[in-house]
């Protein structure tokens, strides 16, 4: 059974920093592309990063561009996204998604809260 | 950036009925489009993709179509597990894959 399981969440100030974890298991995970979308509060869903499955191409969207850094470790099943600079705008529950047909496996997800 | 556009942004519907929804792309996209289910609290799930493929696992009630700019959710007979929040995604534009900003469906 595929399974995602997101960590790392919590809340920060704006400013800081954090460093989100997606554990999976139940696959190839080193054949797969990985991907980080968000949610904020109430709203609908935001691509937000993106790795090829040897990280060869990495891809950002504009909005988190410079801040974010996507990676991966393939011998630990892990991906992960470290998140710089955090704004108020960046609070959202962050999901890990695979690569497959389109996205078709999904973490639960972790809130990030950024807030004095 | 390609933008879909969704609509209706919310619809109430009774068990039984029959249920569209519309995904319109602001360029075309092929057939590079995918609808995700998603539950208060819960993460989105693959209902389809390749704009009519149906993910294995999912009920036979829930079929799509289109090409090019205008794309198709139906779900042929609404059952209660299925008031969600529907979403559609588009591939083509790589490597910036959006969502539209989805579909509420109630219960009327």
């Known amino acids: 059974e595929v399974q995602l399981v997101e960590s790392g969440g919590g809340l920060v100030k704006p400013g800081g920093s954090l460093r989100l974890s997606c554990a999976a298991s139940?696959?190839?995970?080193?054949?797969?592309?990985m991907n980080w979308v968000r949610q904020a509060p109430g709203k609908g869903l935001e691509w937000v990063s993106s790795?090829?499955?040897?990280?060869?191409?990495?891809y950002y969207a504009d909005s988190v561009k410079g801040r974010f850094t996507i990676s991966r470790d393939n011998a630990k099943n892990s991906l992960y996204l470290q998140m710089n600079s955090l704004r108020a705008e960046d609070t959202a529950v962050y999901y890990c998604?695979?690569?497959?047909?389109?996205?078709?496996?999904w973490g639960q997800g972790t809130l990030v809260t950024v807030s004095s | 950036d390609i933008q879909l556009t969704q609509s209706p942004s919310f619809l109430s519907a009774s068990v039984g009925d029959r249920v569209t929804i519309t995904c319109r792309a602001s360029q075309g996209i092929s057939s590079y489009l995918a609808w995700y289910q998603q539950k208060p609290g819960k993460a989105p799930k693959l209902l389809i993709y390749a704009a009519s493929t149906l993910q294995s696992g999912v009920p036979s009630r829930f079929s799509g179509s289109g090409s090019g700019t205008e794309f198709t959710l139906t779900i042929s007979s609404l059952q209660p597990e299925d008031f969600a929040t529907y979403y559609c995604?588009?591939?083509?534009?790589?490597?910036?894959?959006?969502f539209g900003q989805g579909t509420k469906v109630e219960i009327k």
């Open positions: 995604q588009q591939l083509n534009s790589y490597p910036s894959w959006t």
């Open positions: 998604a695979r690569s497959g047909n389109s996205f078709d496996y």
């Open positions: 790795i090829s499955s040897s990280s060869s191409y990495i």
């Open positions: 139940g696959f190839t995970f080193s054949s797969y592309s």
